[in-house]
């Protein structure tokens, strides 16, 4: 299980929730934070930070946010991967 980061954040993007993660694995990519689940150890410090809700335990995202859990993971394939995902995703 990990944190992901879903649709409000894009364009937003506030930060709070970077200020506060114990381990530095929320990134930014071009138009959305992203989380890296290999490096979140699932504090939940982030998810009460976000100013536009944007943060969910995995088991707890909402079904039409599903498509995130995949947005958050591309970071181990890079930025551009997270950016393409959520290109596609706004189309
Ligand atoms: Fe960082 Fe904890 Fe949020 Fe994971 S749950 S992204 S470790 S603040």
Redesign the pocket.
Known sequence: M??VIAEPCIDVKDQA?VD????D??HEADRILV?DPE?????????PECPVEA?FPEDALPAKWQAFVAVNAAYGQGVDAVDALVTSYSD
């Open positions: 990990t944190y929730c506060v993660c114990p381990v694995c929320i989380i490096e979140c150890i699932d504090c939940g410090a982030c998810e943060i």
